[in-house]
């Protein structure tokens, strides 16, 4: 029995810019539905073959990880990072963590630009019908970075960030978050 799975597409967070922070946790939300979704499409790939629902899912995946994870990564650099930086000087783990997170970003912009996107990309157009070996161990190294630097911004880089920008600081935080997916 061929068991068929949905592949849905991804929608926009339900909160806005003027409250920054909330918008961070739902890119956050976001990435996880777009990791999510890149799994329930390898798994539909292996159990059905390649069809639309699948090159529609891949291109929903790109487009998450071209377009928004990447103003997100600035979002972080520009606005949280340097609050954590300047305001706990003193936490030496904190400091350490903020390194961390930068490096993280490099490291999943390559993982993404040399492997992820790459294997989706040639699904997309037809040039394979399914995943290498090689591209699901990337697949699965992309991912485990990703959940672990989610899991150490929510549980200790947003809440310090929280406690230390101040709501005039957040506002101006929102508005130039907004701005950059304007321009």
Known sequence: MNTRISLPGLRSPGVGF????????ACHDRVQRSLQLLVDLRVYLRANGCDDSVRQAARDVQRYFDIAAPLHHQDEELHVFPALKQRCAD???LQSLVLQLQQDHEDMHRLWSDAVRNALAAIVSGAQDRFTESQESAFDVFAQCYARHLKMEDEVAYPQARL??????????????AARRQG
């Open 164 to 177: 230390v920008v101040s709501e005039d600081e957040q506002q101006t935080m929102g508005r130039e978050m």
């Open 91 to 93: 936490d030496a783990h």
């Open 18 to 25: 003027e409250q920054p922070f909330e918008m961070l946790d």
